[in-house]
């Protein structure tokens, strides 16, 4: 099992751009699937944009078309490019990457989008 630390949350304006890393202790592979996630105060966590093992990346309605989920393997990071960013965008952002016999969650970094 691999532990994850995000980084790259601030306060950006509206309409502003952020990316967020997600480094991992050690090797991670191009079957694991990988994913972000984010929970604004008072709701459950949300499902932002994922890379599925041997699958391509989908996202969640809400921010198609604006998030970007990439990875480098050779830096066992995952990334999340986050541009034309909302108000509801405001919560803390948790990447997460499953393995065959393991699930291991970042710490989550607060990401809030205000003028």
């Known amino acids: 099992q691999v532990q994850l630390v995000e980084s790259g949350g601030g306060l950006v304006q509206p309409g502003g751009s952020l990316r967020l890393s997600c480094a991992a202790s050690?090797?991670?592979?191009?079957?694991?699937?990988m994913g972000w996630y984010r929970q604004a105060p008072g709701k459950q966590r949300e499902l932002v944009a994922a890379i599925p093992s041997g699958g391509s990346a989908n996202y969640a309605d809400s921010v198609k078309g604006r998030f970007t989920i990439s990875r480098n393997i050779a830096k066992n990071t995952v990334y999340l490019q986050m541009n034309s960013l909302k108000p509801d965008d405001t919560a803390v952002y948790y990447c997460n990457v499953v393995a065959n016999t393991w699930s291991s969650w970042g710490q989550g970094t607060q990401v809030t989008v205000s003028s």
């Open positions: 050690g090797n991670i592979f191009s079957h694991y699937h």
